[in-house]
């Protein structure tokens, strides 16, 4: 029987994006299995959406990352025992290492809240309004060693309105962040996702206008 995606999960804090992937499997709309969820932080809330789930967690401390290299090692040595095929950083604050970039080579994804490569860092949100742009949004891409700047696999653009405020645009960018992760999941799950040789992601079977090609 074929198995889906097997994902190993990063977060720090509330895990509204993790509780997005557990909803979407649960709907059935992402064939996946959370195979356990690592928090940066014992106190993240996230650890509860996970363990409400009975997804199998685990949390690091800030004494741990002390050490990055140890804490990474650590990391990616829990997610190669539970089987994870993915790693999905969702809202995970701290960096990933070597230790776990070489372990899952291309495996690693991350959800940033502004259209990369604009507005890096940790402030996207904030920054890209405090910037007056128009238009900002949601980027999933691959997480490599120059960090928010793996390839990008799709982005969700999201409006800034006239007297719009930080608080309303958070939430639309959450919005699009829960929305958009499950769906590249899935597209990763059905094994649509492919990095080229210039290092640009394709997704198979879809047209330039964003169209199925294939089945109509
Ligand atoms: C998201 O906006 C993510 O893009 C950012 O941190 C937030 C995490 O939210 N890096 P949550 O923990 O998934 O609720």
């Known amino acids: 029987m074929e198995e889906g995606l097997r994902i190993g999960v990063l977060i720090s804090g509330g895990g509204s994006n993790l509780q997005a992937i557990i909803d979407a499997i649960g709907a059935g709309s992402l064939d996946a299995e959370i195979a356990v969820v690592i928090s940066s932080r014992p106190d993240a809330y996230g650890l509860m959406r996970a363990r409400e789930a009975g997804i199998p967690t685990c949390s690091l401390t800030k004494e741990l990352y002390r050490d990055p290299a140890k804490a990474n090692e650590l ?114 799950a059905a094994g649509r996702i492919v990095i080229d040789e210039d290092r640009k992601v394709r997704v198979l079977g879809r047209s330039p206008d964003g169209r199925r090609s294939s089945d109509g």
């Open 75 to 188: 990391i990616a040595s829990e997610f190669a025992r539970a089987g994870a095929d993915y790693i999905v950083m969702a809202g995970y604050m701290r960096k990933v290492t070597v230790e776990v970039l070489r372990a899952f080579p291309d495996r690693v994804l991350n959800l940033h809240p502004a259209l990369l490569p604009s507005f890096q860092g940790a402030h996207g949100i904030e920054d890209a309004f405090n910037a007056g742009v128009k238009v900002t949004g949601v980027t999933v891409h691959f997480a490599n060693e120059a960090y928010d700047k793996g390839p990008i696999i799709a982005q969700r653009a999201v409006m800034v309105e006239e007297d719009d405020t930080l608080e309303a645009l958070t939430e639309r960018i959450h919005a699009a962040e829960h929305e958009l992760y499950p769906e590249v999941l899935s597209l990763l």
